[in-house]
Structure formats: structure tokens, C-alpha cells
């Protein structure tokens, strides 16, 4: 099921989406959609820091958002202040908007802008300071050899029913709950409430 925010992990990037993957091809034909990347490091050493090398950086869809849904939702009178807020969360950084992703210096998109009516690629860049500390919400939600959940206590047995019951669909798409998946964007310990 999809989040209060309708994100929705799913196995192969974008890392999430805001609808069911088998559409997206669909769905780029009928609708202007922005498409956030971040970068991640390729490889991490357990206990340290983030290496810092560029070379050990690559950009991955995080996001990909139809822009007509947040027109039709209006989560935000300035929407790339809300799309940098949600990308923040989910690379566990904060950063700035841009169209170019190789500048050394890229200049940050107007927040006070409206929306494209064609789809766009935005690259969110760190400095190396927020790199040093991001942690994205699920570092493995792309490697489909992996499985993760959200599992850990009885609070959160009935997590997915919860949310459903809540939502009673995504509320972005309006998809069932019941082809959907549940997930959090904010660590339980900022509370644990549906």
C-alpha cells in the first residue's frame, strides 16, 4: 500500500515511485513527470563514513512524480519546495534542486516557479558535509536480493491493514489497498501512529 504521502517502494529503480511500475510507460506518454535523482555512494564500508571520492558517487532515480497529480493533490503552494522536502527525507540529506547534475557549481531551480508541462529530470545535490551523514530511508530497497520489513514488533504487525484501513486506497492514485504496499517514510522513532 502506498504511504499517507503515496510512495510506494518498488524492487528496481526509481528507488520509489508515486505509482504502480507496470504503468509508468503509460503514463509518460499521457502525462508530464518529474524525475528526481540523487546521488549514492557504490560502495559502503559498515561503521565509517561515506567515501567522499567522486568516483565512488552515482546518480539513481529516487522520485518520479507526475506532475499532474501534484497539481491535482497541491501538497504545497511552492511544489519544488516540497519535492526537495520529500527527496531530504528519503536520502536522509539535505540538498538543492538542479537541472544540471555534473557542474561544479550547479545552480539551484527557482522554488517559486510553476510546475513543467513536460517531464524533467531534477538531480538533488549534497554537500559533502550532508554526504558524510545521509542515510537513505532503505539503502537496500533496490536490490531485489534482499528483503526487508518493517516487521520488528507487534505495534507493526497489522502495519499494512493500519494504513488501509486509514486510506482505504493509495491516495495519490486510488489504487486498492490491497495491491499495494504499506510503507513508512519517517523513522519509527519519530512516533509510531498511524
Not at 565512488?56 to 497529480?69: G, T, Y
Not at 519535492?83 to 536520502?91: K, M, S, W
Not at 520489513?149 to 486498492?176: I, L, Q, Y
Amino acid at each position: 500500500m502506498y504511504n499517507s504521502i503515496g510512495i510506494r517502494p518498488t524492487p528496481s529503480a526509481p528507488l520509489l515511485t508515486f505509482f504502480p511500475r507496470p504503468f509508468l510507460s503509460v503514463m509518460s506518454e499521457l502525462t508530464a513527470i518529474i524525475s528526481v535523482h540523487a546521488q549514492f555512494p557504490k560502495n559502503v564500508e559498515p561503521n565509517t563514513e561515506h567515501n567522499l571520492d567522486p568516483t565512488n558517487w552515482e546518480w539513481k532515480q529516487s522520485l518520479a512524480i507526475p506532475v499532474n497529480r501534484l497539481n491535482d493533490l497541491q501538497f504545497s503552494l511552492k511544489p519544488y519546495k516540497w519535492i526537495r522536502y520529500a527527496t531530504g527525507i528519503v536520502i536522509g540529506a539535505c540538498g538543492e534542486l538542479c537541472t544540471e547534475c555534473d557542474l561544479s557549481n550547479p545552480v539551484p531551480i527557482d522554488y517559486n516557479s510553476g510546475l513543467p508541462a513536460v517531464s524533467m529530470d531534477l538531480y538533488y545535490h549534497t554537500t559533502d558535509q550532508e554526504k558524510r551523514h545521509m542515510f537513505p530511508l532503505d539503502p537496500n530497497l533496490a536490490d531485489t536480493r534482499t528483503m526487508t520489513s518493517s516487521r520488528t514488533s507487534t505495534a507493526r504487525d497489522n502495519f499494512h491493514g493500519d494504513v488501509e484501513g486509514r486510506d482505504g486506497s493509495c491516495v495519490v492514485t486510488g489504487d486498492p489497498g490491497e495491491v499495494c504496499d504499506a510503507a513508512h517514510l519517517l523513522p519509527h522513532s519519530k512516533g509510531d501512529t498511524v
